[in-house]
């Protein structure tokens, strides 16, 4: 390999996600897995012991939970692409605007549209605390005519995760003229529900209130999230608005209803009773659940009447109704009831809450679509989620103009 060329392709590869997905693969596999200390097979980022860009790039879904498998496959495919990348374009590396255009192919091969952007706005405020901020990606389009908007809300069990983890997503949305706004809300270590649930409702008021600053159209709006950022979206778009015409407040008399959601690994409910009655194993002792509600499992006869209406009021299948916007749900796991039983975190993500929201859907005629995976093409179909997500929205925002 000439120097030059060498130079400029080792350059590239010292990114920290190639640099690990290229050179050090199997000492990185074999850490993951010592990591692993119940032998289960999944690590969430507080049990990963290595940076956190790199729980990111291997976490295929961006649901906070680390499948071992497929890190390994992950890796590979990394180390494949890269490998084709350097030998398609060897021979274009003659002048620096070819050398970036390699750069820019190389980092989108890291899972596609995955390659983290910088909001066009970053951490703007919608209350006092320091978790109460969000980001804009403003969409890439050439018309004047305000844009619609996609609401992304992280996961993370209520007591992690962060907005930027959206970046990855961004590109999917604003490409296709659609603006995209990811935010952060207080974690359950900083206040019980249902904080977390009023800071996102009072998040999308504060964007509708702002919306002709950033161009977006407010009545073409929608949610979505992963894990607990799909349990938020589906409360906010399923209970009643909450605007107040006759708030002193301007940002109060915003609504709150949007035209379509989209989930990964939704959790429908967070009564701890309806998961116990509908998903097998132990996913509902969650210690996310206890701490999100304030009460210990080991001492349930304590729970006051106020407990269980806080509950039941934070769950969103309670809310569903015939008005409520059409949605779409993908599960990186199996129907299979058996992997809930083995896993508790597999139990917490199952597609038994997805399916089961699904018929209560059907039964009031609101749309409702269930993606799972059973083998290779629904896996196929898992990776064009984002692409289906945008025909999705695309489809509702056009409903509603």
């Not at 060897?90 to 070819?98: D, H, V, Y």
């Not at 066009?120 to 804009?136: A, K, L, M, T």
């Not at 009655?277 to 304590?302: N, S, T």
């Amino acid at each position: 390999m000439p120097a030059r060329l060498f130079a400029v392709v080792f350059g590239v590869l010292l990114t920290p996600s190639f640099l690990l997905g290229q050179v050090g693969g199997d000492r990185l596999i074999a850490r993951i897995s010592r990591d692993d200390a119940n032998g289960d097979g999944k690590l969430t980022e507080a049990e990963f012991t290595g940076p956190r860009r790199l729980f990111e790039t291997l976490d295929g879904d961006g649901d906070g939970v680390l499948v071992i498998e497929e890190a390994a496959a992950r890796l590979a495919k990394v180390r494949s692409n890269v490998a084709k990348a350097i030998e398609n374009r060897s021979e274009e590396m003659g002048n620096q605007s070819q050398r970036e255009a390699i750069r820019r192919r190389l980092q989108e091969t890291r899972g596609g549209a995955r390659a983290r952007v910088e909001p066009d706005h970053e951490n703007i405020r919608y209350g006092d605390h320091e978790r109460q901020v969000f980001d804009v990606y403003l969409a890439e389009t050439e018309a004047d005519e305000p844009a619609p908007c996609m609401i992304w809300i992280h996961g993370g069990g209520f007591r992690r995760g962060d907005k930027s983890e959206g970046g990855l997503f961004a590109r999917s949305f604003t490409e296709h003229g659609i603006h995209y706004v990811t935010l952060n809300y207080r974690l359950s270590q900083h206040a019980i529900a249902p904080a977390c649930f009023e800071d996102c409702a009072r998040a999308l008021q504060t964007i509708r209130y702002n919306a002709d600053k950033w161009n977006i159209d407010k009545t073409r709006i929608a949610i979505g999230g992963g894990s607990a950022g799909a349990g938020l979206s589906q409360w906010i778009a399923f209970t009643p608005d909450r605007a107040d015409p006759l708030a002193d407040d301007p940002v109060s008399r915003e609504s709150t209803r949007v035209s379509g959601i989209i989930l990964l690994n939704a959790q429908t409910s967070y009564d701890y009773r309806w998961i116990q009655e509908h998903v097998p194993g132990e996913a509902w002792k969650g210690d996310g659940l206890q701490q999100l509600f304030g009460y210990d499992v080991d001492r349930l006869d304590e729970i006051s009447d106020a407990k269980f209406e806080l509950i039941e009021e934070c769950s969103p299948l309670n809310h569903l109704t015939a008005d409520d916007p059409p949605m779409m749900l993908f599960y990186r796991r199996s129907s299979d009831p058996e992997i809930a039983e083995k896993n508790a975190m597999d139990g917490i993500h199952h597609p038994i809450f997805g399916t089961e929201l699904k018929k209560k859907a059907d039964q009031l005629g609101v749309g409702c679509e269930v993606f799972s995976v059973e083998n290779e093409n629904d896996m196929r179909v898992y990776n064009q989620r984002w692409t289906m997500a945008v025909d999705f929205l695309k489809r509702q925002f056009e409903s509603v103009q």
